[in-house]
């Protein structure tokens, strides 16, 4: 069983910086890899970014320069960093755990770009 909290939504304005952040319960390297999904309304739950527990990071085409996965191993946690935030960015974005062939979710936290 792996247990996601996640915490770090808001508001922020166009252009704007947020960090998300997902702890993870027991210890992160017992993980496959790690990531984060967006949920826009009306829209299919996409990934947005991921890290594998070799570290090699992937990013959907929209995010890549503007989003940075990352993560802290001995604070068992993932961080998405997320700048020069436009409107298109907002939607509930829930952090993933696979521990093959098992996969977890968050309960997703909410990102608004609005001004």
């Known amino acids: 069983q792996v247990q996601l909290v996640e915490s770090g939504g808001g508001l922020v304005q166009p252009g704007g910086s947020l960090r998300l952040s997902c702890a993870t319960s027991g210890s992160i390297f017992r993980l496959n890899a790690m990531g984060w999904y967006r949920q826009a309304p009306g829209k299919q739950r996409e990934l947005v970014a991921a890290?594998?527990?070799?570290?090699?990071?992937n990013y959907a085409d929209s995010v890549k320069g503007r989003f940075t996965i990352s993560r802290d191993n001995d604070k068992n946690t993932v961080y998405l960093q997320m700048s020069s935030l436009k409107p298109e960015d907002t939607a509930v974005y829930y952090c993933?755990?696979?521990?093959?062939?098992?996969?977890?979710w968050g309960q997703g936290t909410q990102v608004t770009v609005s001004s």
């Open positions: 993933n755990a696979k521990l093959l062939p098992a996969e977890y």
């Open positions: 890290i594998t527990r070799g570290g090699s990071t």
